[in-house]
Structure formats: structure tokens, C-alpha cells
């Protein structure tokens, strides 16, 4: 069964990739999100997270549902974090095993794509300078739009 968490404890990647063990997979392919420290030539020093949670929960689960269908995948698991992140953090780990490479491959690149396309979250970034802005995560290559914070 496709899982699919929001997170404020930090992810542990080790425990995620036991949780994808089947003896049909013959492929597994994950993907992990840092904290970098620049974004848009700006320096970076932190991250905050906000999601709405009913939604966002639901909305990824039916992602992973999608992916499981789509490719024919043997499992599926993501969590993504939220609250403050520090640089080097995992903010977001993917993880697909299906039969074959190519399968997992897509599947993997589709679920981190489509999370960050539909799902209600928000990253304030913490600049060098002092500044923060708020970024709306659920975008579609305009990684860099400042919108308003979550209530």
C-alpha cells in the first residue's frame, strides 16, 4: 500500500529503504531532498515548512496511488518534513521499488514532480542577510514565487 507522511521528526532514510524490502522488486531507486544554502543567488542558512495537513496528506496519497498504477510498482513511501530545517537537513524522501529499473526510475522522478506541483506547502527561507520570504512549494518550475504565508 502506497504511504505517503508529513513529518516534523527528521527522516530517516535507512528505516524508509527496509520499509520498500519485497523479494519481486528488482529495482529500487529513491530520491532525498536537502536544505542547500542558496536559492535564486541568494544565501540560504535555513528552511520552515508549513503544510496543511488533511490536504496534504490526502493529496499525496492519491499521488502515490497514481505512481503504483501508472508504473506498476512493488511499493511506494514518501515523507516530506515540516517546521525549521537547518542546512544539510532532508527535507523530503521518495522511495519506489517495482520489477524493473525503468519503471522505478519514472515513477520516482513522477512522485517527486507531482509533489511539488499539487501539495499544500509552504518553505520560508531564511537568508544570510536577515530576510525571509515565503515560497509556495505546489508550483510548476516557478520554484522562486513568493506568496503569502499559511494562516
Known sequence: ??????????????????????????ACVTFEGWVRDRNEGQPVRALEYEAYLPLAEAEGARILAEAREKFAL?????VHRVGQLQLGELAVWVGVTAEHRGAAFEACRYMIDEAKARLPIWKKEHYASGATAWINCATRGDHGATTTPPS
Open 74 to 78: 512493488v511499493a511506494c513511501v514518501a
Open 1 to 26: 500500500m502506497p504511504v505517503f507522511t508529513i513529518s516534523p521528526q527528521p527522516i530517516d532514510p535507512a528505516a524508509l529503504h527496509r520499509s520498500l524490502a519485497d523479494p519481486r522488486a528488482g
